[in-house]
């Protein structure tokens, strides 16, 4: 029993003696520093525009009015493949069908309604007026979006890392030298998230509008492509 005790005193008082030890070690292995985020944006022109559209057909038959719809989405392609469109840019999704009824105390049908909507991405944006001017005459209805972006951002979203990671050099050496410090070599380096990193500002447009004169001419402005990064400097 005493024997016992003896072992649990004796690895009491070494685990005692250790745990200063292990804390100065890390210590050692983790040196002063100073945490900083470094942001940068770059602003560009679009080279490229995605429209969405949307074509409505109506009729107390079903059947016909998915024909009508199936018509007008045969024209409308035929348009993007006239204007030189190619078949990979114009996709067609979200169709719906079904009875449209009144609002009387015994609803009635009135009709059925097929809808349906095509995204058609533009990379040649001289076309855009034309296209946006012709969709009405194949029954488009309605502009579900008008999104300008750029089409291969990635040689930007690098520029834009290395102006973030600079921004973030010039800020610790700032800070540091304020405290008295100086800022040395980069201890950890952490990209941000990408999610606002590529983020449409007054380029796009996402209310659903009728197709008249006024809505065609859209600007597509700047697209800023932007770039977060958190980097840990050691402090000297």
């Known amino acids: 029993m005493k ?14 003696l250790l745990v200063p030890a292990l804390v100065a070690q890390n210590a050692l292995n983790h040196p002063r520093i100073i945490s900083v985020t470094g942001n940068a944006s770059i602003e560009v022109a679009p080279d490229e525009v995605v429209v969405t559209l949307g074509l409505d057909s109506r009729d107390k038959d079903l059947a016909i009015a998915k024909g ?7 024209q409308l392609i035929n348009i993007t493949r006239v204007a030189g469109i190619p078949p990979a840019n114009v996709q067609t999704s979200a169709l719906t069908m079904g009875p449209e009824y009144s609002e009387d105390k015994n609803p009635q049908l009135i009709d059925y309604r097929v809808s349906q909507t095509v995204v058609v991405t533009m990379t040649d944006l001289s076309k855009y007026e034309s296209l946006m001017t012709s969709f009405p005459n194949v029954g488009v209805k309605r502009v579900d979006g008008v999104y300008f972006t750029v089409a291969d951002p990635s040689k930007l979203r690098a520029e834009a890392r290395l102006k ?7 800020k610790a050496a700032a800070m ?12 950890e380096i952490i990209e941000g998230s990408d999610v606002d990193a ?17 809505n065609i001419s859209v600007a597509g402005g700047q697209v800023p492509i932007r770039a977060v990064v958190l980097v840990s400097f050691e402090l000297e």
Do not use: C, H
């Open 3 to 16: 024997m016992n005790l003896m072992r649990i005193l004796i690895t009491s008082a070494l685990f005692l």
């Open 198 to 214: 590529f983020a449409p500002r007054t380029n796009a447009i996402y209310s659903r509008v009728p197709i008249q004169e006024e």
């Open 164 to 170: 973030a990671l600079q921004a973030a050099q010039d």
């Open 176 to 187: 540091a030298k304020q405290l008295g410090q100086k800022s040395g070599k980069p201890w």
């Open 68 to 74: 009508d719809n199936d018509k007008q989405i045969k």
